[in-house]
C-alpha cells in the first residue's frame, strides 16, 4: 500500500499557496519542505555569522553546523571522507570547477576527452573550452534512441590518448540511468578520470560514490528540496590534492606573502571566500528530510506515478515518448513531442490549464541534434505529486491537438 500523497504534500507550503497548480518541472527545480525554508530563514534571521572567521559563538556555532551540513551530504552519497566535499553554488560550477582545474593540471595538447551524447550543457561546455584552452580534442559517445549506452562502444571509443569521461548517470531528456559503475570500470582500465553528472539521479536513487568508483561526481540542492544556490562536487581526496584551487582569494589560503601564497587543505582550498552558509544548512536539511521519508517509499511513489503517466500518453494518438517505452527505464521524467505541434505551444496551453511543464531542448541541444528534434516537452515528477497531477496533465494533452485545429 503506497503512502497517501498528502502525507507528503502536507510538508510543502508550496503547495497550499498554489493549491490550482499543477507542478510538473521537477526535473529542472524540485519545491522544498517547511522544515528547509524554516533551517534556511532561522539561519538568516537569528545565527547568521561567517563559519572560520571567529571565536565569538555565533561564528563557531556557524562553522559548526556548515560541517555538520557537509558530513550529512557526505554520508548521503557514501563518501570516504568530508574532505572529498566541496560545497558550490550548483552543478555547473561543480563542473566548471573540474574541467578548469583539471585542464591546468591533468590535460595537455594531444590528449582526448571523452563525452556523453547525452550530456546536459554544463557537463559538455566546460569541456569544450578546456580543450581549446589545452590543445586537447573533444569526441562524443553515442547512445541508443532509448538513450542506452553500449559498454563495448565505450571500449571501442577509448584510445591511449583518453584522459577523461564525461557522462551522466541519469539523462535529464530519456530518465535512462546509466550503468556508471561498468562504464567506470572500462574508463579506469584505459587509465581514464569519469566525471559523473548527479543532478538527476541524486535527488531520485540512491547514490554510493564509493561503489560507482566515479572520481568526481556533481549535483545541485535546488533539484532535491533544496535551496538554489548550493551544489555540491564530490572528488576523490588524492585526485583534489593533486589539482590546484579554482578560484583564489579569502579563506582557501594557509598563508600569504607579497610574494604568494599556500593553500589550506580540503576541502577549503576549493571554497573561497564567504560561502553560502545558509545554502548549506538547509541542504543538509533536505538530506535530513529524505532520510526520514526513505528512498523506498519515494521510489514507490515516482514509480507509480510515472507508470499512471505513461499508461494515459501511450492511450493518446498522435504523442511520441522520447526513449524507451518501458515506464521503469524513465524514473519519473517523461519527455515527448505530439505531431504537428510545436513543444512551445504544447507548454503554453498546459500552461493556460494551470500545468507546469518544460519544452525546449533541456539544455540538451547536441542530443536533440543527435535525436534529429528540434525541441521537446518534458513532464518530471516528484513523490509529492498526485494521481490528480497526472490524471489533469493527461486530460489536457489529450485536447492539444483538437485546441490547434486539428481533426484527429
Not at 106 to 121: F, K, N, R, Y
Not at 178 to 200: E, K, S
Amino acid at each position: 500500500m503506497l503512502e497517501s500523497p498528502d502525507n507528503f504534500r502536507k510538508d510543502f507550503p508550496f503547495f497550499a499557496q498554489n493549491p490550482d497548480l499543477v507542478y510538473l518541472d521537477n526535473s529542472a527545480t524540485s519545491q522544498a519542505p517547511s522544515c528547509v525554508i524554516d533551517r534556511l530563514n532561522r539561519y538568516e534571521q537569528l545565527q547568521k555569522a561567517s563559519p572560520f572567521r571567529g571565536l565569538y559563538p555565533l561564528s563557531v556555532q556557524a562553522t559548526d553546523d556548515y560541517e555538520h551540513a557537509r558530513n550529512l551530504v557526505r554520508d548521503f552519497i557514501h563518501a570516504g571522507s568530508g574532505e572529498e566535499i566541496i560545497f558550490t553554488r550548483n552543478a555547473t560550477e561543480s563542473l566548471n570547477l573540474v574541467a578548469y582545474c583539471a585542464g591546468n593540471a591533468l590535460i595537455h595538447a594531444g590528449d582526448e576527452i571523452l563525452v556523453g551524447i547525452t550530456e546536459h550543457h554544463s557537463n559538455m561546455i566546460p569541456w569544450q573550452q578546456m580543450a581549446r584552452r589545452t590543445g586537447a580534442r573533444v569526441r562524443y559517445l553515442t547512445c541508443s534512441r532509448e538513450g542506452a549506452f553500449n559498454p563495448d562502444d565505450l571500449e571501442q571509443s577509448l584510445t591511449d590518448r583518453t584522459r577523461l569521461v564525461a557522462i551522466t548517470q541519469m539523462s535529464n531528456v530519456f530518465g535512462q540511468i546509466n550503468d556508471l559503475r561498468t562504464l567506470t570500470q572500462i574508463a579506469h582500465r584505459r587509465n581514464a578520470l569519469v566525471v559523473a553528472d548527479g543532478c538527476q539521479s541524486v535527488p531520485h536513487i540512491p547514490v554510493n560514490v564509493r561503489e560507482l568508483d566515479v572520481d568526481f561526481l556533481a549535483f545541485s540542492g535546488h533539484k532535491m528540496l533544496g535551496p538554489t544556490g548550493i551544489g555540491v562536487l564530490y572528488g576523490k581526496k588524492d585526485l583534489l590534492n593533486r589539482l590546484p584551487p579554482f578560484l583564489t582569494g579569502g579563506e582557501m589560503i594557509e598563508e600569504v606573502t607579497t610574494e604568494g601564497a599556500t593553500w589550506a587543505p580540503l576541502p577549503q582550498k576549493f571554497e573561497a571566500g564567504t560561502v553560502n552558509t545558509g545554502g548549506a544548512l538547509a541542504l543538509g536539511e533536505a538530506i535530513a528530510y529524505y532520510n526520514r521519508v526513505g528512498f523506498d517509499a519515494m521510489m514507490a511513489r515516482e514509480s507509480a506515478l510515472t507508470r499512471r503517466l505513461m499508461t494515459g500518453m501511450a492511450d493518446i494518438p498522435h504523442v511520441q515518448i522520447i526513449g524507451s517505452p518501458k515506464p521503469e527505464l524513465h524514473h519519473g521524467l517523461v519527455t515527448f513531442t505530439i505531431d504537428g505541434v510545436h513543444p512551445h505551444d504544447v507548454s503554453a496551453i498546459m500552461a493556460d490549464h494551470g500545468i507546469a511543464i518544460r519544452a525546449g531542448h533541456h539544455c540538451a541541444q547536441p542530443l536533440h541534434a543527435y535525436l534529429g528534434l528540434n525541441a521537446t516537452c518534458r513532464a518530471s515528477l516528484m513523490f509529492y505529486n498526485t494521481e490528480a497531477d497526472v490524471d489533469a496533465f493527461l486530460n489536457i494533452l489529450s485536447e492539444i491537438r483538437g485546441a490547434m485545429g486539428y481533426a484527429d
